[in-house]
């Protein structure tokens, strides 16, 4: 296995569409990076360029110690796994997961051995002479890695290969290309739209937007420490929570207010973000997670951190209940937050901007199934310790040193 680096890398299309803008980016030996953002953010483009199946209209794509630029794919020596499964259904299984290795003229023995060993590797022994027919989903997505595996490449390149199959079997499947990058030891780039895909199977996640790479770090670091307000409001289920505010002076502390409500910044928040001090007085964007709201009824939270909402709709999880409510403020309407709620659904994003006429935040939190929280009702959230982050409402970047 071996490092993929991208240093300053473009795609430009002859329409002048820029796919892919400046993207550096550096995948370790043994790494599962996974590329994510929304349709259209390059992430596929990238991980084509690095299999040579797009050209590079500048920068530098390194494999191992050697720029392949100009190297055609069958030179490159990476895999790829495809969202299509892409088998030869006239083949059997055994045939499909050898045919890579025929192509390279290796002998009828060393090819069975390995065929065999990939097979055990992803328990498909019993399905050796199926058509794929008569596989399930799962099972042909199986086959389509092991055709990947037998090639014992320098990278994998998996390009949404989950998005087939039905919810259930996607989380099945997650779980066993976790297992199997930790026991190859492999070099992996996937690219997804999920979110949750991202955070459940990368050693690091990159978020990318219009051809750019937003932030990379370890799933943690990405929802703890978002460093604008795309990465913040497109790592989390339910998206994170953004209305205008601003930043008041209130004895010797500071409270960020937003619309009729005022909540006080605290101790965590303030070490965390030492630059508010200097943003008091200006206007902000306020993000707070619907995992750091509590119901008040139901909690000690204290008065100063705590506003209220009206309850329009709850969704019953069993052991949550997701509490949507309107709070009386503006909501924050920037170009990031357009393009995260668009990404969900083009209607609600017609909501906000008419909700922002109405001066009135839709907000979402997920409470305890023993919340008595009704639709039509008036509600009081309490903020949890050092939950609330704050962004510039011009640049988005976050607002921390």
Same mark, same amino acid.
């Given at each position: 296995?071996?490092?993929?680096?991208?240093?300053?890398?473009?795609?430009?299309?002859?329409?002048?569409?820029?796919?892919?803008?400046?993207?550096?980016?550096?995948?370790?030996?043994?790494?599962?990076?996974?590329?994510?953002?929304?349709?259209?953010?390059?992430?596929?483009?990238?991980?084509?360029?690095?299999?040579?199946?797009?050209?590079?209209?500048?920068?530098?794509?390194?494999?191992?110690?050697?720029?392949?630029?100009?190297?055609?794919?069958?030179?490159?020596?990476?895999?790829?796994?495809?969202?299509?499964?892409?088998?030869?259904?006239?083949?059997?299984?055994?045939?499909?997961?050898?045919?890579?290795?025929?192509?390279?003229?290796?002998?009828?023995?060393?090819?069975?051995?390995?065929?065999?060993?990939?097979?055990?590797?992803?328990?498909?022994?019993?399905?050796?002479?199926?058509?794929?027919?008569?596989?399930?989903?799962?099972?042909?997505?199986?086959?389509?890695?092991?055709?990947?595996?037998?090639?014992?490449?320098?990278?994998?390149?998996?390009?949404?290969?989950?998005?087939?199959?039905?919810?259930?079997?996607?989380?099945?499947?997650?779980?066993?290309?976790?297992?199997?990058?930790?026991?190859?030891?492999?070099?992996?780039?996937?690219?997804?739209?999920?979110?949750?895909?991202?955070?459940?199977?990368?050693?690091?996640?990159?978020?990318?937007?219009?051809?750019?790479?937003?932030?990379?770090?370890?799933?943690?670091?990405?929802?703890?420490?978002?460093?604008?307000?795309?990465?913040?409001?497109?790592?989390?289920?339910?998206?994170?929570?953004?209305?205008?505010?601003?930043?008041?002076?209130?004895?010797?502390?500071?409270?960020?207010?937003?619309?009729?409500?005022?909540?006080?910044?605290?101790?965590?928040?303030?070490?965390?973000?030492?630059?508010? @001090?200097?943003?008091? +007085? $200006?206007?902000?964007?306020? %993000?707070?997670? *619907?995992? =750091? &709201?509590?119901?008040?009824?139901? #909690? !000690?939270?204290?008065?100063?951190?705590?506003?209220?909402?009206?309850?329009?709709?709850?969704?019953?999880?069993?052991?949550?209940?997701?509490?949507?409510?309107?709070?009386?403020?503006?909501?924050?309407?920037?170009?990031?937050?357009?393009?995260?709620?668009?990404?969900?659904?083009?209607?609600?994003?017609?909501?906000?901007?008419?909700?922002?006429?109405?001066?009135?935040?839709?907000?979402?939190?997920?409470?305890?199934?023993?919340? @008595?929280?009704?639709? +039509? $009702?008036?509600?009081?959230? %309490?903020?949890? *310790?050092? =939950? &609330?982050?704050?962004?510039?409402? #011009? !640049?988005?970047?976050?607002?921390?040193?």
């Amino acid at each position: 296995m071996a490092e993929v680096t991208f240093e300053g890398v473009e795609k430009v299309y002859p329409d002048g569409t820029q796919a892919v803008d400046d993207l550096s980016l550096e995948v370790a030996h043994g790494e599962l990076m996974v590329l994510v953002g929304p349709s259209g953010c390059g992430k596929t483009t990238a991980l084509r360029m690095v299999a040579g199946l797009e050209e590079i209209t500048s920068g530098e794509i390194t494999i191992g110690d050697e720029v392949v630029n100009e190297l055609p794919p069958r030179e490159r020596d990476v895999a790829m796994v495809f969202q299509n499964y892409a088998l030869y259904p006239h083949k059997s299984v055994y045939d499909n997961l050898a045919f890579p290795l025929k192509l390279r003229k290796m002998s009828s023995a060393a090819i069975d051995e390995r065929v065999k060993r990939v097979a055990r590797l992803l328990e498909l022994e019993e399905n050796l002479d199926r058509k794929p027919r008569l596989l399930s989903g799962g099972q042909r997505q199986r086959v389509a890695m092991g055709r990947a595996i037998v090639r014992e490449p320098q990278a994998f390149l998996m390009d949404e290969p989950l998005s087939n199959l039905d919810a259930k079997l996607r989380t099945q499947m997650r779980a066993e290309i976790s297992q199997l990058h930790r026991e190859l030891g492999a070099t992996m780039i996937y690219v997804t739209h999920d979110q949750v895909e991202a955070m459940t199977l990368g050693t690091r996640v990159a978020v990318m937007r219009k051809g750019e790479l937003q932030q990379v770090g370890t799933p943690r670091s990405l929802y703890a420490q978002p460093q604008n307000v795309f990465v913040a409001g497109f790592i989390g289920s339910p998206s994170m929570n953004f209305v205008e505010a601003e930043l008041e002076s209130v004895g010797g502390g500071i409270d960020v207010v937003f619309g009729s409500e005022r909540l006080a910044v605290d101790g965590d928040e303030n070490a965390l973000r030492p630059a508010l @001090a200097s943003h008091v +007085g $200006q206007r902000v964007i306020l %993000g707070i997670r *619907p995992q =750091s &709201l509590v119901d008040a009824a139901l #909690t !000690t939270s204290p008065p100063q951190r705590r506003f209220q909402g009206l309850v329009r709709l709850t969704e019953d999880l069993g052991s949550e209940i997701v509490v949507h409510f309107d709070v009386q403020a503006s909501p924050a309407v920037t170009d990031e937050v357009r393009e995260i709620v668009q990404d969900v659904d083009q209607v609600a994003l017609d909501d906000l901007e008419h909700e922002r006429e109405r001066q009135r935040t839709p907000f979402a939190a997920r409470f305890p199934a023993s919340t @008595a929280a009704q639709s +039509g $009702q008036t509600i009081e959230v %309490g903020a949890t *310790p050092g =939950s &609330l982050y704050f962004f510039d409402p #011009t !640049t988005g970047q976050s607002i921390q040193t």
